[in-house]
């Protein structure tokens, strides 16, 4: 018996239909956003490892990191828990909800901005300098204080990134355009907002452990 004995033949000009293909597990614009954080991650990584390269040199000041550090990381902790509020409340429709923790989110970050140029302010009442020094200087800088500055000072600038987006969505929810049928605007943003809350609690136990 043959083989295409129970196959039976196509008929001609039939039309042969593709099987549909799945779709994209993922939006596109989250799969961007995924990549861009990424980035982000390689170039923490990056700099946290120059950091113990260099702090195992030696000429390494050892000093304390500005206790407002505590306050701030609390500051950020809370700014999640208001931005899964208004990702719940987006979901299930509630407007009020959703504004109000849109709008906590904003001003706790804020703080968390405000904080951490006061800690700036504690590194350079303490001596503690960024960048080579400078003739009417008697302190001399120390790689120690530099890396500080760039590891807060990058996350500082990716966090206005995430304010200004956080700000976008906030007039998009006053405007009625973020509710359970329009999500995709609103995941990425509480994606990106916590990524940043987990990328500074990582940040400060580092320097707590390596300081």
């Known amino acids: 018996m043959s083989k295409y004995a129970g196959i039976k033949p196509v008929s001609k000009g039939a039309v042969l239909h593709e099987e549909p293909q799945m779709p994209l597990a993922m939006h596109p614009k989250k799969f961007a956003l995924w990549l861009f954080i990424v980035s982000i991650v390689m170039i923490f990584a990056a700099f946290t490892s120059a950091y113990m390269v260099r702090r195992a040199e030696g000429n390494w000041l050892e000093f304390d990191l500005p206790p407002v550090f505590w306050t701030t990381t609390f500051i950020l902790v809370a700014s999640s828990i208001t931005m899964q509020w ?10 009020a909800g959703l504004r109000w923790g849109m709008v906590l989110t904003v001003l706790l ?3 968390f901005l405000v904080g951490q140029w006061e800690a700036w302010q504690y590194l350079v009442d303490n001596k503690i300098f960024f960048g080579g020094n400078q003739t009417d200087n008697p302190y001399p800088a120390n790689p120690s204080g530099s890396f500080l500055y760039v590891l807060t000072g990058i ?8 304010l200004v987006f956080l700000g976008i969505i906030t007039v998009a929810a006053f405007q009625y355009k973020i509710h359970s049928k329009s999500m995709v605007r609103m995941d990425m943003c509480a994606t990106y907002w916590h990524f940043l809350d987990l ?13």
């Open 155 to 162: 996350h500082a600038f990716h966090l206005v990134s995430g």
């Open 86 to 95: 208004a990702h719940f409340s987006a979901k299930r429709n509630n407007i």
């Open 109 to 111: 970050g804020t703080a």
């Open 199 to 211: 990328l500074w609690i990582y940040l400060f136990v580092f320097l707590l452990v390596n300081h």
